[in-house]
């Protein structure tokens, strides 16, 4: 079938692509150097003709909250009424675990309201809501980062793969939409602390980890289980270890 993959060129998107096409699917990665723009709507009839599915993966260039709010407000009603007038049978959207419990940022106030706007779509819908990525581990403790320092909370903490992420959402995108929510997960969980703690010392970081019950992360202080899945799951199988144990290689 056609797919359209909306941020196809992304992190999560472009792994996304390939596994799709891999499955003989016809994967066209939509994105704005790709000509195809969810805000101003240039390009995206001719790119949604034909699909039978759409992927909504894409991120807001800007985090500022206003700007973010727009972003993907503007973006899934442009990309709903295109899909309605395309036709299509299925819309996918990748979201965040938690988001109704982050809502301190007004990113995750954002991703909230998007996600509100495809459940009143009258078009048929899955949301993936995810944990954070292992790609974003080490940016997130150099934003923790004090005085030479890593300070973060002791709450739960259970990130995952990029490309597992692109295999659960390929395998919703490819089922009969579930007019719901599923949560996808790494397999193993942690409280964050510990988890930097042993992630910095198995890379001969020098930086001492700081359990700070005040540390903020995306500039909320998250409660203890907000950032994990809460009941089932699809859980992921690579670690954290064996992933970083790529990444390396391949770097």
């Known amino acids: 079938m056609k797919i359209v993959v909306i941020g196809g060129t992304g992190l999560i998107g472009s792994k996304l692509v390939t596994k799709l096409g891999e499955h003989g699917h016809e994967a066209v990665a939509a994105s704005p150097n790709r000509g195809v723009n969810t805000i101003t709507g240039e390009g995206l009839a001719d790119a949604l003709a034909g699909a039978s599915v759409v992927i909504d993966v894409s991120n807001s260039p800007n985090w500022e909250d206003a700007a973010v709010l727009e972003f993907f407000e503007t973006s899934t009603r442009n990309l709903l009424a295109a899909e309605s007038e395309a036709g299509v049978g299925h819309h996918v959207a990748l979201s965040v675990v938690g988001t109704e419990q982050l ?33 974003f ?60 703690r042993q992630v910095l010392a198995a890379g001969n970081d020098s930086r001492a980890v ?19 899945p809460d009941g089932d799951a699809i859980l992921g199988e690579i670690s954290y270890t064996t992933w970083s144990g790529r990444a390396a290689a391949d770097s």
């Not at 995750?108 to 495809?118: C, D, T, V």
């Not at 995108?173 to 397999?187: D, F, K, M």
Request: aromatic fraction near 10%; avoid cysteine; proline fraction near 5%.
């Open 103 to 135: 809502l301190e940022s007004g990113y995750f106030r954002a991703k909230l309201a998007q996600e509100k706007l495809i459940e009143s779509s009258s078009i048929p819908y899955s949301i993936v809501r995810a944990t954070q990525f292992f790609e």
């Open 137 to 196: 581990v080490a940016s997130i403790a150099d934003a923790a980062t004090q005085d030479g320092e890593v300070h973060l909370a002791h709450v739960f903490f259970q990130p995952i793969a990029g490309e597992e992420v692109a295999q659960a959402v390929g395998r919703v995108a490819v089922a009969a939409p579930l007019n719901g929510q599923v949560e996808v997960a790494g397999p193993d969980r942690f409280r964050m602390d510990e988890f930097f």
């Open 210 to 228: 700081v359990t700070d019950p005040d540390a903020m992360y995306y500039g909320i202080s998250p409660a203890e289980s907000a950032l994990v």
